[in-house]
């Protein structure tokens, strides 16, 4: 519960609706209108260097932050970004995505289920914009990433990107951070026999036992170790309680994570809600948040529609013309018959039809 609005008065909220390749148009537009320096986040790695690529090759100045990178290159990229006055655009995967969501359980580092990303700790005050290339998993992830935004209490921009199948990525991506219920209450029958017993068993014999792959297995096993339920050491798992015990506290567990899962779903679809909605975007967020303001902010695109940065028509960029006529050129010299040699090659459409 917040004691005060979600996100600083400063801050001017937009959405833009685009798919496919109108997405990345209207974000390099958008990008090339904005106040720099921003910050622009991606879903994946893939999209980072797409985006990234894009604005190099419009000779913006951009850096770039993901889990595919060394350590030391991410470094060099954050630290360029941050030098004070330096008007660029870093592109990255969000350090705000989500945890298992349970203390102490499949930390992300351990279980090396979601990327190294770009936001905790920074502290740039001067962020001009944050834009959204793909909507978030949650609005609870947005508003700390938007929160990098006009901390000088200047004028701040941030814009979030939404197409429908935004969702479907977003639910694809979370069933592979989420500990599955059924899952690991399958592997916990398969170490009970090892707890009767009194002996360890190899990851590999309890992915066989519980019908699961030798990766999620061992995933699988080291939430287990960080229950306090078993213990993983090179491959060997050992039951640190009775099989009755480690049955009864994988079933608490797996309700636990049945509950995370339904949460997910409410996340997913007040995420879904806010891109819909045409009230206030600010009083949006607050009634979420339970924050309840008296009056619309007259700042955000819903509001103020005329006068905002994304301005009107942003949501549907114009389509290209259709092509009426072409030339040819090669190794960068236009190509030219025997009879022409200063002319490209020029023709119509009309003239193939022939």
Not at 309 to 337: K, L, Q
């Amino acid at each position: 519960m917040f004691q005060s609005a979600p996100h600083r008065d400063n801050v001017a909220l937009d959405m833009i609706e685009a798919r496919g390749e109108v997405r990345q148009r209207a974000l390099v537009s958008l990008v090339m209108r904005l106040r720099r320096p921003g910050i622009v986040y991606c879903a994946t790695p893939h999209d980072v260097e797409a985006v990234y690529g894009a604005l190099r090759a419009l000779r913006i100045p951009a850096h770039r932050y993901h889990a595919e990178m060394a350590a030391g290159e991410r470094g060099g990229e954050q630290l360029n970004f941050m030098v004070p006055g330096r008007r660029t655009v870093m592109v990255a995967t969000s350090g705000f995505t989500p945890t298992t969501g349970i203390a102490g359980l499949g930390e992300i580092g351990r279980l090396d289920l979601t990327p190294n990303g770009f936001g905790l700790g920074v502290q740039k005050r001067d962020v001009r914009f944050v834009i959204h290339y793909q909507a978030p998993a949650s609005l609870e992830q947005y508003v700390r990433e938007i929160g990098l935004a006009g901390r000088d209490d200047e004028a701040a921009t941030c814009v979030m990107f939404h197409e429908p199948g935004d969702r479907s990525r977003n639910e694809a991506l979370l069933s592979r951070l989420r500990v599955r219920p059924r899952l690991i209450a399958a592997l916990a029958e398969a170490l009970e026999s090892y707890a009767h017993e009194g002996r360890p068993a190899t990851v590999e014999a309890l992915a066989l036992a519980a019908g699961q792959s030798h990766h999620n297995a061992e995933l699988l096993s080291a939430v287990l170790a960080d229950a306090g339920l078993a213990t993983l050491s090179s491959g060997w798992v050992r039951p640190r309680v009775p099989g009755p015990t480690l049955l009864e506290e994988t079933r608490r567990l797996a309700s636990r994570l049945s509950t995370l899962e339904r949460q997910d779903e409410k996340r997913l679809a007040a995420v879904a809600d806010y891109a819909a909605s045409r009230q206030c975007r600010s009083l949006f967020l607050g009634r979420y948040f339970g924050v309840l303001r008296q009056e619309p902010c007259k700042r955000c695109g819903v509001c103020a529609p005329a006068q905002h940065t994304v301005g009107n028509g942003a949501n549907e960029p114009a389509r290209r013309p259709p092509v009426r006529e072409f030339s040819v050129s090669y190794a960068g010299r236009a190509y030219t018959d025997r009879d022409h040699r200063s002319s490209p090659l020029t023709a119509k459409l009309g003239d193939l039809a022939r």
